[in-house]
Each structure stands twice: as C-alpha cells, then as structure tokens.
C-alpha cells in the first residue's frame, strides 16, 4: 500500500473494489474518509490499530464511497458526515452495493449530518478545511489540511483525468469550475493529493501531468 509522507494519513483499500479510503489518526483517536467496504472488515482494522473512531467523513454521495458509513456510525455512535447536496444521493446506485455483496443504503438507516462549511479542529490540533467542489455530484467535496498538506479530492480529478458528470446530478460546466478553484489555491507543490480511486499524486505531478488541472 502506498504510504503518504505525513504517517497520521493511512490510505486504506478495503474489498471488494478499489475506492481509496483514509484513517486519519492522533494518537487513539481517528477519522475514516469514504469507507467503502464491509462495517465488519472497518471494525477488524480499527482494533488492530487499536484506535478508536471519532467521525466519518464523506467526499460524496456515491455508494463506492459511503457503502460502510451508516452502519459504521452506528456502531460506534459517530456522525457521518455529507454536504447536504448530496443527501438525495443516498440510496441511489445500491445495485452496485447488491453486485458486490454489500447491504443496501437507505437515508433512514442513520441519518447523515449536514457537513459544517468552516475550518474546524477535527482531532486535537489538527484543522481540516472544507472546499465545495460540485459537478461530479452537487454536494461533492474536498478535505484540505493545510498543516499536514494533504488534500482530499474525491472523484472530482484523478491522476490524468477527471470524474464523471454523467450520472445524476453531475454537471461538467461545474466540475471544471470546481478543479479550476482549487488550482487557484495556489497550494503547495507538495501538497499530497488523495483521489477517490487510484495514487495519491501531488500538485506538481498534476500540474506535469493532469490536464484538466488549470485556470
Ligand atoms: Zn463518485
């Protein structure tokens, strides 16, 4: 599994399939990002690393992106986390989950919690800022620390391409938008970029080799 500089960021592929997921960790304390996957799988990883879970965050409302989230967030009495844009989503494409063995979603399960648009302290001295990136849903998301440097980006641009916005509620116009902004940041170089599926990279390898991401 490839390892991110900063070692409080995990990237985690659980079976059947290969959406990236993320354990952010300070000491015991953790986060999961878009934890595909079994609950049960989620749970044996947790214990091994003997760390307790704190909040599930979402980049979007795909089902290869939330399948464990609300039985996780039961579990362990936590939030799940979503732009609200995206809460219509949920439940939607639960034939991809069915194809791979996986419980169905349904929005009554456990509710998600409509993620809060601010900087927030997320684990102790650890501050996670949220950036609206529509288009490959209408409540897409990105995660940045800017003191670890690490970006969570979703579907919206993978390694030399973009996500889709073809499926419902996805928009290209916004979606070249939303890479467009986040090429504005201006962030560091060497800020490591998470994708949904796939390497992380960095900002010089996209700006090298992406071509979607520009002004
Ligand atoms: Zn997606």
Redesign the pocket.
């Known amino acids: 599994m490839q390892k991110l500089r900063n070692n409080k960021f995990e990237l985690i592929q659980m079976p059947p399939q290969n959406t990236q997921s993320l354990i952010v960790s300070s000491g015991r304390d953790c986060l999961v990002f878009d934890p595909w996957g079994r609950a049960d799988d989620w749970d044996s990883v947790l214990q091994e690393r003997g760390l307790k879970l704190r909040a599930i965050y979402l980049t979007?409302g795909?089902p290869?992106?939330i399948a464990a989230a609300p039985e996780l967030a039961k579990r362990h009495n936590v939030s799940w986390y979503l732009h609200n844009a995206d809460f219509r989503l949920v439940g939607w494409g639960n034939d991809l989950l069915e194809y791979f063995g996986l419980p169905p979603i349904t929005i009554n399960d456990v509710r998600p919690t409509e993620l809060a648009l601010e900087r927030t302290e997320v684990l102790p001295n650890m501050f996670m800022e949220v950036i609206e990136t529509p288009g490959?849903?209408p409540g897409g998301v990105a995660y940045h620390f800017p003191d670890e440097k690490i970006l969570v980006i979703g579907?919206t641009l993978f390694q030399e391409s973009i996500?889709r916005y073809d499926l419902p509620g996805g928009d290209k116009h916004m979606l070249f938008k939303s890479i467009s902004n986040i090429y504005t940041m201006d962030l560091p170089a060497d800020t490591e970029i998470i994708h949904?599926h796939g390497m992380a990279t960095d900002i010089s390898w996209l700006k090298a080799n992406n071509p979607y991401f520009r002004k």
Do not use: N
Request: net charge negative; no cysteine.
């Open positions: 979007h795909h290869d992106h490959h849903t579907d996500g949904g």
